[in-house]
Structure formats: structure tokens, C-alpha cells
């Protein structure tokens, strides 16, 4: 187990480190200078100078990769250059949002789609599982911003009944939580159709295991048998199951802020692009990237734990 | 090819997606017969009206016709889905092929690019790219195809390597075939099932992703129609009119539906084991 823990975290910051560097090709090979494209059309010679000597776009490719990741250990992500603040306290003072929204979406659509799973899967192939089966694919195919434009739509313009756009104000608890509402179901509502089938499916298998057989016949209650020993097993795929969603989690976030003009990682990295910043991107899309990466590393290793069998394959 | 129609249609929610799948596929291919309006003629004087016999869907803020706008833009959602995924399925089974069959050195460099490719959430890849080399209906594509890649690599790589042992191809290799033969007369029609299932299962998903690129400005370029930009028409105009919003929906849902139920019938035709896959 440590010899596949050590690979697999060192297969992780592998991942993140070649994702940097990729980032940071991207970004040298296309055409035209950073600096001039973030200073725009009008800049005069000598402030596209200071400017890449700002950056540190002065020096050899291989160079500013190596120093971008030494300032990282040191906690330095760079400074913005529109705003002259560091990065990393621009990145973290998002954070927060964004993790609130997505733990909020995955525990809302936990506590719908694994009861919904179970009771589908305990009424097989009756009206209700294949209604519940149907409305679970028509919540995983829609897309996240449709859904957020349409309860943008209705509960935020037409009825009124939530807040549209912002996170509320600090401080105020109940506030914050209005706010939290729609873009979480915006992002969650798929979740709910994903996590229902994925129950029903593993609930399926485990009512027909052995130990499921004997419990029966020792005469224990349905209920007992269902809550204590079937879905407790069936549950599990699901956290892993979230930890590699992570990716869509984070690109639902993304256009779900965007919708409700939410602050959050997502629109940093929407409006540090479409402003050319540069270092906000490169440290925005840093922290999402270790998020998922971590994330995706974590439900290898309790999937590893749990099976061994996977400690064998990498 | 009839039969496979036949027991498509007997499952009803195969018939639905079939049915949902020709509706698009028909009416994107003669969306300049049937739309009524040009879709980027401009029309001030008939802006923002709800639908009518006039304009079956409405109009947007500059008066064009919302239901000739949606016709054409099931062409650009259509285009972009076949040729990134076509292109992507031939890069993926030959990458996956050699991450299979060759030395053990490659298979773990492209097994290490695939899963920084996949590291990158797609749509933060796309908005970085978008930024850089600009927005445009080829950018989608080129980025659908990159993220797309490792998906049917690594099918086709797990699929290699456990028949890369199977006696016959052990066999075939004693008599003295080259590895292109073995590749492509044996292991390739045995990959094939799978990656045509796990293909429109991933149609939905880029058409998806087409409209959400739009939707944020960064796919087509105005005033081509396409249902993420009739979508970002809506959200501007939420306090006047629902109805840009509304039109750009649902065409979108329908399909990605649609696609998903005809993906899920024809898995449960060709292959039954993973019917409980997912």
C-alpha cells in the first residue's frame, strides 16, 4: 500500500507539474508577445519592455519555468499586474466560494440522488424506477448553465423568491445561503441524476450478494437490512465517483458563477482571461488544476485501499 | 444495418432518441429550405416579439428570427460533434494501439500525456486556449479533439494489451506477421464495438460543450447561429424576453437526450455486459 501510495502522489505532481509547463508553452508559442497583447495596441516600446521584465518574459523559456516553480514553494504565485496585488491572495480569497458552491451542489444532490437510487432499485422495473430512470437522464444531459439560466429564469426574475446575481454580503449567514441556493442546484441537479443510477446500479448488485441472503434469513427487518447492510456497501463507487467528477464539478462551478455573476474561482479565470492577465491565469488555473488532481489521487488511493487488486496495476 | 434499426425501435427509448436524432440531423441538413427567415437578417422593427404564426420561436434584439436561427444552428452543433469526434477516435486508436503494442517506455510517456490532458479540466483547457489563439468554430473543434483523445486512447490501449496476449494474436505473431497486421487486421475490428458506443455516448457532451463555448463567447463568431450564442442572447435579454432563452434550450436538451438514449440503446444491442456499467 505505501509503494502504490508513493507512486501514486508522485504520479500527481508529475501530472501538475507537466500541466504547468504546458500552460506555460501554450502561452509562449502563440503568436506575439505577452506583453504586448496584455498592454493592448497602444502600448508604447518602453512600457512593453518594463512590462516583460515585470513578467520575467526576458528571460529563456526553461528559466521562467524553473523560477515559477521555486517561488511556488515559497508560497509566491506572482504579482497581478493590473491590480498590484500577489496572485496568491487574489486565487485564495476565491477559493472559498467556489468550494462552498461545489461541497453544497455534491451534499444536496447526495442527500436526493443516493435515496432516490435506493428506492428505484428496491421498485425495480416498475412505473416508478423507469420514470425515476428517465428523469435521471434527462438530468445528467442537461448542461449546467442551461440549468442556471433557466432557475436564473424563473425563481430569480420572474418569481423572486432568490437573489440573482453576487454572494451575498459578509457576515450575513443567511444571506450568503440564498445566494448559495440556485447555482448549487444549477451544479448539483446533475449530480442528482448521476448518483441516482450509480446507487440503483450498485444497489442492485449488492441485494443479490450472500451476506444480503443470510441477513434475510436470519429473519432481520427489510428496513434493517436495506439501510444497515446493503446501501452502506452500495454508497461507496459514489466517493469516488465525486472525487473524479472534480473536473466537471469545477467546469460546472465555472460557467454557473459566471451566470449568477457569482465571485468564485471559475470567473477569476474567465475574467483574468478575457483580460490577458496573465499570472491570474496561470495561478487560478494552478489551483484548479491541483484541486482536481488531488482530488482524482485521493479517490485512487481509498479505491486502493478498499480493493486491492488496483495496487497491483499501476 | 436494418436489423439494427429494427431492435433499436422496439425499446421505446431507442425509438425516442432515434427519432430526436433524425429530427436534427434532417433539419440541420435542409435548414435553408425549411427556415422561414434568413437567421442573420436583421429586422428592427419585428424585435423581441413572443412566437407567432410570423416567427414560431420570436424574435431576438435585433429582430431576427429565432426558429431560423435555431435550424442553423443544429448545423454548426452537428458539424463540430462529427468532425472533432471522427478525428479524435482515428488519433485515439492509433495512440492507444501503440501505448498497447509498443515498448513499455512509450506506453508510459503517452499514458502520462493522456492523464495530463485529462488534468486539465476541459473547459479551463478550452478558455486558455480560446484566450490565446482566439475564438473561432476550428478552436472548438482542435480543443474537443486534444480533450477527447485520451478517452478513446486509453480504451483502445486497455483493450490492446489484454488481447495483445490472446493465443491467436500469439499464434498469428509465430507464423511471422508484422505488428501493422496483427494491428489492424485483429485487434483493430475487436476495438471497434466499444469505441462506437463510448463515441455517441460522447456526442451529447460536445455538442454540450460547443454551446457552453458559445454561451461564454469564446466558440462561433457572431452572427453565426449557434445555440450556446442564441443562449448568451438570452441571458442579456433575461428581464425583457425568456423567449431567446427558451429557444436555444431546447433544442439543446432535446438532442443531447436524444443522443444519450440512442447511445444507451445501441450499448445494450452490441454489448449487454455493460448495461450495468453505468
Given amino acids: 500500500m505505501l509503494l502504490y501510495f508513493i507512486k501514486r502522489v508522485g504520479?500527481?505532481?508529475?501530472?501538475?507539474?507537466?500541466?504547468?509547463?504546458?500552460?506555460?508553452?501554450?502561452?509562449?508559442?502563440?503568436?506575439?508577445?505577452?506583453?504586448?497583447?496584455?498592454?493592448?495596441?497602444?502600448?508604447?516600446?518602453?512600457?512593453?519592455?518594463?512590462?516583460?521584465?515585470?513578467?520575467?518574459?526576458?528571460?529563456?523559456?526553461?528559466?521562467?519555468?524553473?523560477?515559477?516553480?521555486?517561488?511556488?514553494?515559497?508560497?509566491?504565485?506572482?504579482?497581478?499586474?493590473?491590480?498590484?496585488?500577489?496572485?496568491?491572495?487574489?486565487?485564495?480569497?476565491?477559493?472559498?466560494?467556489?468550494?462552498?458552491?461545489?461541497?453544497?451542489?455534491?451534499?444536496?444532490?447526495?442527500?436526493?440522488?443516493?435515496?432516490?437510487?435506493?428506492?428505484?432499485?428496491?421498485?425495480?422495473?416498475?412505473?416508478?424506477?423507469?420514470?425515476?430512470?428517465?428523469?435521471?437522464?434527462?438530468?445528467?444531459?442537461?448542461?449546467?448553465?442551461?440549468?442556471?439560466?433557466?432557475?436564473?429564469?424563473?425563481?430569480?426574475?420572474?418569481?423572486?423568491?432568490?437573489?440573482?446575481?453576487?454572494?451575498?454580503?459578509?457576515?450575513?449567514?443567511?444571506?450568503?445561503?440564498?445566494?448559495?441556493?440556485?447555482?448549487?442546484?444549477?451544479?448539483?441537479?446533475?449530480?442528482?441524476?448521476?448518483?441516482?443510477?450509480?446507487?440503483?446500479?450498485?444497489?442492485?448488485?449488492?441485494?443479490?450478494?450472500?451476506?444480503?441472503?443470510?441477513?434475510?434469513?436470519?429473519?432481520?427487518?427489510?428496513?434493517?437490512?436495506?439501510?444497515?447492510?446493503?446501501?452502506?456497501?452500495?454508497?461507496?463507487?459514489?466517493?469516488?465517483?465525486?472525487?473524479?467528477?472534480?473536473?466537471?464539478?469545477?467546469?460546472?462551478?465555472?460557467?454557473?458563477?459566471?451566470?449568477?455573476?457569482?465571485?468564485?474561482?471559475?470567473?477569476?479565470?474567465?475574467?483574468?482571461?478575457?483580460?490577458?492577465?496573465?499570472?491570474?491565469?496561470?495561478?487560478?488555473v494552478l489551483i484548479s488544476t491541483i484541486l482536481f488532481v488531488v482530488s482524482t489521487t485521493l479517490s485512487d488511493l481509498i479505491n486502493a485501499w478498499l480493493d486491492p487488486r488496483i495496487r497491483a496495476s499501476l | 444495418m436494418l436489423q439494427v434499426i429494427r431492435r433499436i425501435c422496439s425499446d421505446p427509448l431507442g425509438l425516442i432518441g432515434l427519432v430526436l436524432v433524425v429530427v436534427l440531423v434532417v433539419s440541420a441538413a435542409l435548414a435553408s429550405v425549411i427556415a422561414p427567415y434568413d437567421p442573420i437578417a436583421l429586422n428592427i422593427i419585428d424585435r423581441l416579439q413572443g412566437p407567432s404564426f410570423n416567427h414560431l420561436l420570436g424574435t431576438d434584439q435585433l429582430g431576427r428570427d429565432l426558429f431560423s436561427r435555431v435550424l442553423y444552428g443544429g448545423r454548426v452543433a452537428l458539424k463540430v460533434a462529427l468532425i472533432s469526434i471522427s478525428i479524435a477516435l482515428c488519433v485515439g486508436v492509433v495512440l492507444g494501439m501503440i501505448a498497447g503494442f509498443g515498448p513499455r517506455w512509450l506506453d508510459n510517456i503517452i499514458v502520462l500525456l493522456f492523464d495530463t490532458v485529462r488534468s486539465f479540466p476541459t473547459v479551463m483547457f478550452a478558455l486558455a486556449t480560446v484566450a490565446l489563439v482566439g475564438p473561432s468554430l476550428s478552436t472548438v473543434i482542435v480543443i474537443i479533439v486534444i480533450t477527447s483523445i485520451p478517452t478513446y486512447g486509453r480504451v483502445v490501449r486497455t483493450q490492446t494489451l489484454t488481447m495483445k496476449t490472446n493465443e491467436y494474436i500469439q499464434a498469428e505473431r509465430v507464423m511471422g506477421a508484422s505488428s501493422f497486421r496483427i494491428l489492424s487486421v485483429h485487434l483493430l475490428p475487436n476495438v471497434v464495438g466499444p469505441l462506437f458506443i463510448l463515441a455517441s455516448m460522447d456526442i451529447p457532451t460536445v455538442i454540450a460543450l460547443e454551446a457552453g463555448l458559445s454561451f461564454l463567447g469564446m466558440g462561433v463568431k457572431p452572427p453565426t447561429p449557434s445555440w450556446g450564442s442564441i443562449l448568451n442572447d438570452g441571458y442579456n435579454l433575461i428581464r425583457n424576453t425568456p423567449w431567446p432563452i427558451i429557444a436555444g434550450s431546447i433544442p439543446l436538451v432535446l438532442v443531447t437526450l436524444g443522443f444519450t438514449f440512442l447511445g444507451e440503446s445501441l450499448r445494450d444491442l452490441i454489448d449487454p455486459k455493460l448495461r450495468n456499467s453505468l
Avoid at chain 1, 165 to 176: C, N
Avoid at chain 1, 220 to 225: A, H, W
Avoid at chain 1, 254 to 268: D, H, N, Q, Y
Fill in chain 1, 11 to 284: 504520479l500527481g505532481l508529475l501530472i501538475v507539474m507537466l500541466a504547468v509547463t504546458l500552460l506555460f508553452l501554450m502561452i509562449h508559442l502563440v503568436p506575439g508577445d505577452p506583453a504586448r497583447i496584455l498592454l493592448g495596441p497602444r502600448a508604447t516600446p518602453e512600457l512593453i519592455a518594463s512590462m516583460s521584465l515585470q513578467l520575467g518574459l526576458d528571460k529563456p523559456l526553461p528559466v521562467q519555468i524553473m523560477m515559477f516553480f521555486a517561488n511556488l514553494f515559497t508560497g509566491d504565485m506572482g504579482m497581478d499586474v493590473i491590480t498590484n496585488r500577489p496572485v496568491a491572495e487574489i486565487v485564495f480569497g476565491q477559493l472559498p466560494y467556489t468550494l462552498s458552491l461545489i461541497f453544497t451542489a455534491i451534499i444536496g444532490a447526495s442527500l436526493i440522488g443516493i435515496p432516490l437510487g435506493c428506492y428505484s432499485a428496491l421498485n425495480r422495473n416498475t412505473l416508478a424506477d423507469r420514470v425515476v430512470g428517465i428523469l435521471s437522464v434527462a438530468c445528467i444531459t442537461t448542461p449546467a448553465f442551461v440549468v442556471a439560466l433557466y432557475s436564473l429564469l424563473i425563481f430569480a426574475v420572474h418569481l423572486q423568491w432568490f437573489p440573482a446575481v453576487g454572494a451575498g454580503e459578509k457576515g450575513d449567514f443567511w444571506d450568503q445561503v440564498s445566494h448559495l441556493v440556485l447555482p448549487a442546484f444549477a451544479i448539483g441537479l446533475s449530480w442528482v441524476g448521476y448518483l441516482s443510477r450509480l446507487v440503483r446500479a450498485s444497489m442492485l448488485e449488492v441485494m443479490g450478494e450472500n451476506h444480503i441472503r443470510t441477513a434475510r434469513a436470519y429473519g432481520l427487518p427489510e428496513r434493517v437490512v436495506v439501510f444497515r447492510y446493503a446501501l452502506k456497501l452500495a454508497v461507496l463507487p459514489t466517493v469516488t465517483v465525486i472525487g473524479v467528477g472534480m473536473g466537471f464539478l469545477l467546469s460546472a462551478a465555472l460557467f454557473t458563477e459566471i451566470v449568477f455573476a457569482r465571485p468564485g474561482l471559475g470567473k477569476l479565470i474567465f475574467d483574468s482571461i478575457s483580460t490577458r492577465n496573465y499570472p491570474v491565469v496561470m495561478g487560478s
